[in-house]
């Protein structure tokens, strides 16, 4: 086992992955042997069969080209649970976990004592609904997004963690399944606190040419135009058509992720400053939330 996570760190390095040869090296062997991490470090010199180093060759070599190892292995891990990932789906990120949390930390301070429910725009993987919905089983969530291979994934991911008679899955871009189906849902949403939860494309079209390793990843769930806010203009151009319409409940509370480099940009859009007409808008990191002016209606 040694020898070849050895040889493996060498491949990978060369190859310019440098940060995470070892822990990379070391993922793919495990998987290779269906064994865990802890598991090689007690039994560094174990023999390997023929077939697993066959196996393990491979998926370094394509590690070394560039591909991510959760899409190698088809699994990432997220607040703790285990997420099924391919192609049709970004990898969930760590700064997606502080997205959760700062949603989670609000669920839990404000103790809101009416029926939430909580919209997953750009659901990806279903991470973030799934999550939510193993933390606060009284939760009701929608999740959407424009990929139906995506929610495919999702859906998948709903069924594994036990969840998915409380998340429905609808298929269109940002909110617009909500709008188009208003008359359909305005029973599913009765009085419930409504709440957005977003991590939508975010990183400017240059960054992504310039960055081969995220080649890999769907286009569609990275690129954000040319400065990184243009598919949150698309959302709060919604938002806004929505609220001023009454074609959905007022959220009392949207949290997006956002890289802080572009917020900047994304709070100078004539949108954003519409919607502080009925929200507080408040920064930590990479998450951006508004919550309801209760002194504006």
């Keep these: ?22 822990l990379d090296a070391e993922v793919l062997l495990s998987f290779a042997l269906q064994r865990s991490r802890p598991w090689l470090l007690a039994h560094h010199d174990q ?31 997220f607040c703790g649970l285990s997420f099924k ?10 700064a997606t976990e502080d997205l959760v949390e700062s949603v989670t930390h609000y669920f839990k301070t404000e103790k809101l004592k009416t029926e939430k429910l909580v919209i997953d ?18 939760v009701k969530i929608i999740a959407t997004d424009i990929s139906r291979d995506a929610l495919a994934v999702a859906q998948e991911n709903a ?6 008679d ?29 709440m957005v939860a977003a991590n939508l494309p975010y990183v400017p079209s240059s960054v992504i ?28 151009c919604q938002l806004i058509n929505s609220i001023t319409h009454k074609l959905i409940p007022l959220p009392v509370s949207l949290f997006f992720e956002m890289e802080p480099t572009i917020l900047p940009a994304l709070l100078a859009l004539p949108e954003a400053k519409r919607l502080s007409r009925w929200y507080t808008i408040e920064r930590q990191n990479h998450v951006l939330s508004l919550h309801k002016n209760l002194k504006r209606r």
């Design 85 to 94: 990932v391919n192609q049709s789906a970004l990898i969930p990120r760590p």
């Design 209 to 236: 040419a310039a960055k081969p390793e995220l080649a890999h990843e769907p286009a569609r769930a990275l690129d954000g135009g040319p400065d990184g806010t243009e598919i949150y203009q698309q959302l709060f």
């Design 1 to 22: 086992i040694s020898k070849y996570l050895e040889i493996a760190h060498r491949r990978l390095t060369n190859a310019g992955v440098i940060d995470s040869a070892w």
């Design 121 to 138: 725009i750009g659901t990806g993987s279903g991470c973030i609904a799934v999550t939510l919905a193993k933390q606060f089983p009284n």
């Design 159 to 164: 069924e594994r963690h036990r969840v998915a």
């Design 166 to 194: 409380r998340i429905t899955f609808l298929h269109g871009n940002l909110l617009n399944p909500i709008i188009n189906h208003v008359g359909n849902w305005k029973l599913e949403i009765g009085n419930s606190r409504l």
């Design 47 to 77: 023999q390997i069969n023929s077939v697993a180093i066959q196996q393990f060759n491979h998926l370094t070599m394509r590690r070394a080209r560039g591909e991510p190892v959760a899409y190698l292995t088809g699994e990432r891990e």
